[in-house]
């Protein structure tokens, strides 16, 4: 098979550049390991950016969203007993975030890109970028019994954290930069109208918590939790009484429960991998960088890759201008690190660490009262959390 751009991964980061290139007549291929099924099983992330959002609607995947989407002008963040209210649209010139799934999200991605024929294969394994330095890199990678190869000019690695692309980089040109947190979260959906319109960032000395949703029919629930516990430590009875401790009394007493339709723990995670650059394989997504999901930052960064990898292609297919992919690494690099910023101070903002000292426990008391009192401060959490410009 010849194409002119190979992408390594079917997630939102692949797709997403799959259609957006497919629409400027760029040839391409996605090789995705898992099946559909399994992709679209994957309960993640649900808060959009309005640039990413922006980004669908070029894709001509926007339809769904826009009409299904909710759109949210603020947030709350509860504490000893009380909620504040985060106006996003106010501290932001008017802007807001989406509320609509990750999952949906991908869903729109492969029906558009199975309305236009676009080349997306499953059960692609064994997938191995070859030659990425040289100006005619190729992909094998097997189905069944049978071997395939992709001719390609440009290799895309969007194929998560633990895919194969980031791992074919040299180890000396690789730098890895990683914090791992000492809890992860516990992730409950279940088909149970929200407890709040808006989102509820909860910080209590228990642990953290946060009241999310997907739609007014389907709430997504997190508790902080040790690295040690599984599922199997959190029966839906246990772990409704546990949200309902971290919240303030009036709103746990309006928390409407149900069984669990998913649910999972994730451990929290900072990851950065320079360059997101080897030749011509470019990484885009979590396989170049990863953040906890407090700050709903992951998808978002994945988006702004995308957004630079998509007009460096087509600068150069169209215009024969190389210039953003030759700064693609730098660029994307550095909103990648203001996200990390991001995600690690809302992050050590609103949790308990197990081995914090009592001198932590005040800073993040006064950096919350700080917050909350300084327009500044609100306008600087505002701008991050609607999204940093392109
Ligand atoms: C619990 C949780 C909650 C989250 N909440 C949010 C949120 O609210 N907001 C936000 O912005 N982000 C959130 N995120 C992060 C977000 O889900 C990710 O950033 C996003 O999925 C990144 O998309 P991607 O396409 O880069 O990677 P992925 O979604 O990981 O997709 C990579 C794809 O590559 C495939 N693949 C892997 N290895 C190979 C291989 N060797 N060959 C071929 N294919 C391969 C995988 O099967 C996968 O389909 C959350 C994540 C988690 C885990």
Redesign the pocket.
Known sequence: MRTKVGI???????LLLSQLLHLKGIDNIV????SRE??LG??????LEHGFAELMREAQCGERMDREGEIHEGFFVSHDGIKDRMDLSKYSDGNSVIVYG?TEITKDLYDARDKMGGKVVHG?LD?KPYDLTSDAPYITYRQGDDLYRVDCQYVIG???????SRKSIPKDVLKEYEKVYPFG?L?VLSKTKPVSPELIYAKHDRGFALCSMRSQILSRYYIQVPLTDTTDDWPDEEFWAELKRRLPEDVGANLETGPSIEK?I?PLRSFVAEPMRYGNMFL????AH?VP?TG???????GSDIYYLYHALVDHYENGDDTGLETYSEKALARVWKAQRFSWWLTSLLHSFPEGIEYDRRLQDIDLEYLFTSDSAQASLAENYVGLPY
């Open positions: 390594i991964g079917g997630g939102p980061s692949g090789l995705e390991k898992h399994y992709v994957r309960i993640r992330a649900g808060v990750q692609a997938v969007a194929d998560g954290f633990h895919g194969v979260w992730g999972s994730a885009a997504g979590d396989a990863i999901p709903a930052r992951g998808l978002n960064s994945a």
